[in-house]
């Protein structure tokens, strides 16, 4: 069944930055959207990006836009996030998502539009 393994975590000072990655794997299917997740301690999981099948279309949460990048790799089933000028505020659990639904006018931007889901990589960012 349809796995979802996230990478590139770890411990980075303010202003630094870190690219996480996220390999899916047993797919049997395609037109899937890719996003990613984050839940700090004590708060509710939140949308940080998503983005299309082809790559042609992303969206981001207010927080990191003109920060954050999300890209797909040269494989469809690999997604990246490319974070610049972290923040101690980006500290969180990042988890990576897929939505077997194409993309199709709204953005998915919810948790329940999801339907797998990453184990959570832990990205810490110091002051």
């Known amino acids: 069944?349809?796995?979802l393994e996230e990478s590139g975590g770890g411990l980075v000072q303010a202003g630094a930055s870190m690219r996480l990655a996220c390999f899916a794997s047993a797919l049997?299917?395609?037109g899937f959207?890719?996003?990613w997740f984050r839940q700090a301690p004590g708060k509710e999981r939140e949308f940080v990006a998503a983005i299309?099948?082809?790559g042609g279309r992303?969206?981001?949460t207010n927080s990191v836009k003109?920060?954050?990048t999300i890209s797909r790799g040269g494989a469809t089933n690999t997604a990246y996030l490319q974070m610049n000028s972290l923040k101690p505020e980006d500290s969180a659990v990042y988890y990576c998502a897929l939505d077997r639904k194409v993309w199709d006018i709204v953005s998915p931007t919810t948790e329940n539009e999801y339907d797998y889901w990453g184990q959570g990589t832990q990205v810490t960012v110091s002051s």
């Open 58 to 60: 992303t969206a981001y």
């Open 52 to 54: 299309s099948y082809s």
């Open 33 to 35: 959207t890719m996003g």
């Open 28 to 30: 049997s299917f395609s």
């Open 1 to 3: 069944h349809v796995q």
């Open 66 to 68: 003109g920060r954050f």
